[in-house]
């Protein structure tokens, strides 16, 4: 179930927002505290944003280019201004998208839909807790920091990651790792599933992997 986090102040829209979305199948997180909108938004790992620009203590076109300094996640800007210049600036700073107030839900979804396929197809960019994790650089980055790994360690990292929450076999990991023209034995594999979380570790995510005995491993 993808994520989506709505930043807007008007909790009367917020409460129409979250249960249209929750209705659409979607999980809906309302942020909470405008003060640390930024960490709150990188913490969250939602695969979208819809960011109105008039919110309190920061504009929300200076919240979406602080987001884009640390993260490629998708934002829809949502708005009452009916101007062009809001839009020309939204979509410079990074925005993936622009609706304006007030909207059609079916249109709104329709959106939200379209933002989030083109996302799938570009996936090199995800996001961890609050890290970005680029696979095909095979980095992870707090904006601060740098954390490099070597291709089989993104390879198990990233299929965790797209199963985040649900356990996976060592089985499916080295089918991955076949799939992508890595041939590892299973001790290789308990080696890299070590060095990975060790890294992690020392990156500062502990206990990021959880083994499940029998059973396999699971990205918390």
């Avoid at 790792?177 to 001790?187: A, K, P, R, T, V």
């Amino acid at each position: 179930m993808k994520k989506i986090m709505i930043v807007e102040d008007d909790k009367v829209i917020c409460q129409e927002l979250e249960e249209m979305l929750n209705h659409a199948g979607y999980e809906a997180v309302v942020l909470q505290d405008f003060s640390k909108a930024t960490e709150e938004i990188l913490a969250s790992s939602v695969d979208l944003v819809l960011l109105d620009i008039n919110i309190p203590v920061i504009n929300g076109e200076v919240l979406l280019k602080s987001i884009r300094e640390k993260s490629e996640v998708p934002i829809i800007m949502v708005t009452s201004r009916n101007n062009e210049t809001d839009e020309v600036l939204s979509m410079s700073f990074g925005a993936d998208d622009y609706i304006t107030k007030p909207y059609n839900p079916n249109i709104l979804l329709l959106r939200i839909g379209a933002v989030l396929k083109r996302a799938g197809k570009n996936n090199d960019v995800t996001t961890y807790r609050n890290l970005n994790v680029n696979a095909k650089k095979g980095v992870l980055s707090d904006g601060e920091r740098e954390l490099w790994l070597t291709k089989n360690e993104m390879i198990i990292f990233q299929f965790l990651l797209n199963h985040q929450g649900s356990i996976v076999s060592r089985d499916d990991l080295m089918t991955d790792l076949w799939n992508n023209d890595e041939y590892i034995n299973d001790n290789a594999l308990t080696v890299n599933i070590s060095r990975l979380r060790a890294k992690l570790t020392e990156f500062g995510i502990e206990n990021a992997i959880e083994t499940r005995k029998g059973q396999g491993y699971i990205l918390l």
